[in-house]
């Protein structure tokens, strides 16, 4: 009985120990990785200009009623004092600043020359053309759709202008490619060079040359002249007829006038001679 306690004593004695040597060499246990942050979704590159931003492009052309003044913006951008004048004097002004306002969704674009692209041309080839072309010339700077920088790669040649009075005339072809923006008129090769202004609505980019349309120098056509009218049948079958009876009644007059004459004489030679027997 007293080994029983004793070995019972002994148990409860080791038992703390034991617990706490089995609980030290336990392997803790391992921590929780923590959660990997979902990537947020990336925000698509924005697409690269095709014609550079000039160092003197205005940051705005609208006045404080929001409404975009294209002289303005000309003015400021400085070198386009020419093309300022033409707009002016042909009066196109008029009608961009319209199209411009009755288009917010459309917008417009426009191919500016500056001074030195007018300079090259020949000396008094403005002036030499009628009014008319002079308009055209004018309104052929002007595609009646906003294109923004980088989009000319988008446009479907040919391309129409505000001077296109037809499907197939006042058109030129833009090609871009790499960095720069080409347009063509078929006698005209030209290069965008920069920006002028750009917003949503109005879009003006420098080009280097005056874009001189095909349609000038396409030979004019030229109206046919009328037939001249033949004379109808069935008047002159009446005319021939009346010839035919002028004739017969000109040989009717001088058969009477011959016969008569003979008449008269035979009378004069009976006269004679009964006259002659009488005596």
Known sequence: MKIKQTLLFS???????????VLAQSPAAAPKSPAKPVPAAQAPAPAKPLVPALPQSPSSGADSSGTQDIVKILRKAKSFNTLIRLLKTTQIINQVNAQLVTSKNGGLTILAPDDGAFSELKAGY???LGDRQQKALIQYHVLPVYVSSSNFDALSNPVLTLASDSPTGYQLNVTAYGNSVNISTGEVNATLTGIVYTDKTLAIYHVDKVLIPLDFSRPKTIAPSPAVAKAPKADKDNSSAEDDDQAQATKDISGA????????????ALLAATATISF
Not at 11 to 21: D, E, G, K, Q, V
Not at 257 to 268: E, F, K, Q, Y
């Open 257 to 268: 006038i011959i016969h008569g004459t003979t008449m008269v004489s035979l009378g004069v």
């Open 126 to 128: 403005f002036n030499s």
């Open 11 to 21: 148990i409860l004695l080791i038992a703390p120990f034991f617990s706490i040597t």
